[in-house]
C-alpha cells in the first residue's frame, strides 16, 4: 500500500523557517507527481506547491519567493522548505501524490483535481504555527 509519512513543523515566529518532510513507501518519487498542501481549520484543503516526476515545480501565489518544494529521489522524500513565516501560514500541512493518468500534467490544479475526486494519496498532515 502507498503511503506518506512526515516529519517535521512545529511552532515558530514570524520570519523564522521551518522544513517538512515526506517520504514514500510502495512507490517511486520518479513517477508520482507530488504536492504539499495546507489545511486551515473548517476549509478545504488548498495547494501550495507541487513538483512534477522531472522536478519541475510550480507555487501558489501566497507563497512564491517564500517556500521551495524539493525532493530526493535516492530517498524517496519530498520537502517543503518555508522561509519568511507569517502568522497567516499556521495551519496543518500535508504531502500529497498522484501516480498521473497518461496526458494529464503535474499541476496544482490537477493535484486540486485530485484531491476533489480522491485520487491522491496523503500525508499524515503535520501543524505549523506562527506566532506574531
Known amino acids: 500500500e502507498v503511503t506518506l509519512v512526515q516529519s517535521g513543523g512545529g511552532a515558530v515566529q514570524t520570519g523564522e523557517s521551518l522544513r517538512l518532510s515526506c517520504t514514500a513507501a510502495k512507490f517511486t518519487t520518479t513517477v508520482y507527481c507530488m504536492a504539499w498542501f495546507r489545511q486551515f481549520p473548517g476549509k478545504e484543503r488548498e495547494g501550495v506547491a507541487v513538483?512534477?516526476?522531472?522536478?519541475?515545480?510550480s507555487y501558489a501565489d501566497f507563497v512564491k519567493g517564500r517556500f521551495t518544494i524539493s525532493k530526493d529521489n535516492s530517498k524517496d522524500t519530498l520537502y517543503l522548505a518555508m522561509d519568511s513565516l507569517k502568522p497567516d501560514d499556521t495551519a496543518v500541512y500535508f504531502c500529497?501524490?498522484?501516480?498521473?493518468?497518461?496526458?494529464?500534467?503535474?499541476?496544482?490544479?490537477?493535484?486540486?483535481?485530485?484531491?476533489?475526486?480522491?485520487?491522491?494519496?496523503w500525508g499524515q498532515g503535520t501543524q505549523v504555527t506562527v506566532s506574531s
Open positions: 500529497a501524490a498522484q501516480n498521473m493518468p497518461p496526458g494529464r500534467p503535474c499541476t496544482l490544479a490537477t493535484m486540486e483535481y485530485g484531491r476533489s475526486q480522491g485520487h491522491n494519496y
Open positions: 513538483i512534477d516526476p522531472d522536478g519541475t515545480t
